[in-house]
């Protein structure tokens, strides 16, 4: 499965916005007809460099449009395509503040793996 162009079954569709292939890296947007109702924007860990580890570092869905599942079903996107790059381990992160984001991630499976030096949470999901 690939974020390119993906249909669900309620209507909306994840469509690539941008793509650096040769980077492993994407942002992404999450549309239903022809509305953005969210985005996300993922990388590969570059410093050390490693296609083994990948960071979500944006991830949002519109206000009018959440708690309606489509978070969770574009995290499972992004899994997948983690997945297909040969990532292994997923991080991301959010403010101590955001705990809508932090309830989200949980329940996806993510673990809080520290503190950022931002004060940013920072999770971890291992890919299986």
Known sequence: MSFSHFKSPHGWRLDLILRARRLECGF?????????????AFCHEDEPLDYSIYWLFRFMIDKDHQNKGYGKQVLSLLVEEVKQLGGKTLFTMHKPSNQQAGKLYRAFGFQEDGILDDGDISLRLELS
Do not use: D, F, N
Not at 29 to 36: M, P
């Open 28 to 40: 992404y947007g999450a549309l239903t007809k022809e509305t953005v109702i969210g985005l996300l």
